[in-house]
């Protein structure tokens, strides 16, 4: 059941700068498959050669039966898909060599690209990923026989899904920023047995294509691609509850977030001179988070975490928050006890840990004289590090009672000033490089506090 890639990137990570709509590390994975792949083909180009030459009819027969089974391939609920191809390029590469079995699955990807008219990047990754998986299994084959060809041909089929499938798993992983385990379980693991009987249906299809002709391959090729039929009906009437599910879990998701925003939204409101001052430090945060290589879950838990970073500011009484000038001795020992009110006020929630990480941690200083625990250097959980300079950025170019608001550029080089003392120098440079490569961002944060203001 050879898999493909069609998947589409989330629209939080179409921002990456090496490819439309393509994580850094998903652009690496392509770029070293490619790499891989190309190499392998040119170094067997010549047996290639020599045998489509002197032996067309199998090269043909097969480069068929491969071709016609990738048509069979249905989609996985919108996200890639499965075929059994596999039987065809396994049998290949029994019964010919295996740099036509590479070239075989490299056409085989060639025109899944075309039947779907994806992007040309995802063509690229197929066209690799095939032609790797290939050249491995044939291996697997080769090395094995004398355990036996049966043997040798269930660790070809088991070698050729294990790199195939989970090549393709990384890069949805990547790309959808979610768990490699999570794209598995939910769109290939349901046809784990499938995988690992190719080897054998392959061996069987080979040795009755060289007994018997066209008819004994034909015999063992095409009851897989009646399951496969079988299968495109029932995906197709489970597809629609799949969606369906999974738009009411975003809805929820969508909900609980603005939920916490409003709380935290509320709080932020009782402060005329810090208005949209939870917006801003989430926006950024997020930013720098993204920044730092965070995605999916961990990210909307830094967000979060963002949003309730300074909820237990609910405990401090009123006029020292909006005191004009600076804060007696007394006055900052019941500021510096917040942090420990939030971290009360969400213990009892199933938040993920970041967030409670955002909430405690936040004003803790990289040197170690912060509160409230007085942890130093990688102590601090890197979450609450973003969140810190977020906070201070925000706090820095926003009126307080005490001082006006200072410029974004003396702002951005007070923070840098202090980067190795007070903030980490890790997530100050990449406020760094987010003010080089997307002032937008930092920009768009501004029209949210005039908007704000």
């Given at each position: 059941?050879?898999?493909t890639?069609g998947?589409?990137?989330v629209?939080?990570?179409t921002?990456a ?11 690496v994975?392509i770029g070293g ?7 392998a ?6 047996s ?9 009819g199998?090269v043909?027969?097969?480069?068929l ?9 249905i989609?996985?609920y919108g996200?890639?898909?499965?075929s059994?191809?596999?039987i065809g390029?396994?049998?290949a590469a029994f ?23 994806g992007?040309?990047h ?12 290939t050249?491995a299994?044939?291996?697997a084959f080769?090395?094995l026989?004398?355990a ?9 089929g088991c070698?050729y899904?294990?790199?195939n499938?989970?090549t393709?798993c ?9 768990a ?30 060289k ?7 034909l015999a ?6 009646l399951?496969?039929v ?13 969606e369906e599910i999974?738009?009411?879990n ?8 603005d939920?916490?925003a409003a ?20 926006a950024?945060?997020?930013?720098l988070?993204k920044q ?7 990210l909307?838990?830094i ?9 237990g500011?609910?405990?401090v009484p ?7 000038g ?21 213990s009892?929630l199933?938040l ?5 990480q955002c909430?405690?941690?936040s ?10 625990d007085?942890l130093?250097g ?5 979450p ?14 926003s009126?307080?009672p005490y001082?006006?608001a200072?410029p974004?550029i ?5 923070i ?8 980490c120098?890790k997530v100050?440079e ?5 003010w ?8 768009a944060n501004?029209?949210?506090r005039r908007?704000?203001?």
């Amino acid at each position: 059941m050879n898999s493909t890639s069609g998947t589409s990137t989330v629209a939080a990570l179409t921002g990456a700068k090496s490819a439309p709509g393509l994580d850094n590390r998903a652009t690496v994975l392509i770029g070293g498959l490619t790499a891989a792949g190309g190499a392998a083909l040119a170094t067997q180009m010549s047996s290639v050669v020599h045998t489509v030459a002197s032996r067309p009819g199998p090269v043909a027969t097969m480069a068929l039966l491969t071709l016609v089974l990738q048509l069979f391939s249905i989609r996985v609920y919108g996200r890639g898909s499965v075929s059994v191809s596999a039987i065809g390029i396994l049998a290949a590469a029994f019964v010919l060599d295996v740099g036509t079995a590479m070239a075989i699955a490299l056409l085989a990807a060639l025109v899944q690209w075309l039947r779907s008219r994806g992007q040309i990047h995802k063509a690229v990754f197929d066209g690799a990923n095939f032609a790797l998986s290939t050249g491995a299994a044939a291996l697997a084959f080769d090395g094995l026989q004398g355990a036996g060809r049966f043997t040798a041909a269930f660790a070809a089929g088991c070698v050729y899904a294990a790199i195939n499938n989970g090549t393709l798993c990384l890069a949805m992983s990547l790309t959808e920023g979610i768990a490699w385990r999570m794209v598995w379980l939910e769109r290939f693991h349901w046809a784990r047995l499938y995988f690992v009987s190719f080897g054998p249906l392959a061996l069987a299809a080979a040795i009755a294509y060289k007994d018997v002709g066209v008819a004994g391959l034909l015999a063992f090729a095409l009851p897989p691609a009646l399951m496969i039929v079988s299968v495109r009906q029932y995906l197709e009437r489970t597809t629609a509850a799949v969606e369906e599910i999974r738009q009411v879990n975003q809805r929820l998701r969508r909900a609980h977030r603005d939920t916490i925003a409003a709380l935290s939204r509320s709080l932020d409101a009782k402060d005329a001179y810090t208005g949209g001052h939870i917006d801003r430090v989430a926006a950024v945060s997020v930013a720098l988070a993204k920044q730092l290589g965070y995605r999916g879950e961990e990210l909307e838990a830094i967000e979060i975490g963002a949003l309730l970073h300074d909820i237990g500011k609910i405990g401090v009484p009123e006029q020292i928050l909006s005191k004009r000038g600076p804060l007696h001795e007394a006055e900052w020992a019941v500021i510096k006890t917040h942090p420990l009110t939030s971290d009360y006020i969400l213990s009892e929630l199933d938040l993920h840990p970041i967030v409670r990480q955002c909430a405690r941690s936040s004003h803790e200083r990289i040197d170690g004289t912060g509160y409230p625990d007085g942890l130093a250097g990688d102590q601090i959980p890197l979450p609450a590090r973003i969140v810190f300079v977020a906070d201070a950025l925000d706090a820095l170019t926003s009126d307080r009672p005490y001082r006006p608001a200072r410029p974004l550029i003396a702002a951005l080089a007070e923070i840098q000033e202090h980067a190795g003392t007070q903030f980490c120098p890790k997530v100050v440079e990449a406020l760094r490089f987010l003010w080089r490569t997307s002032p937008q961002l930092i920009a768009a944060n501004r029209q949210i506090r005039r908007n704000a203001a």
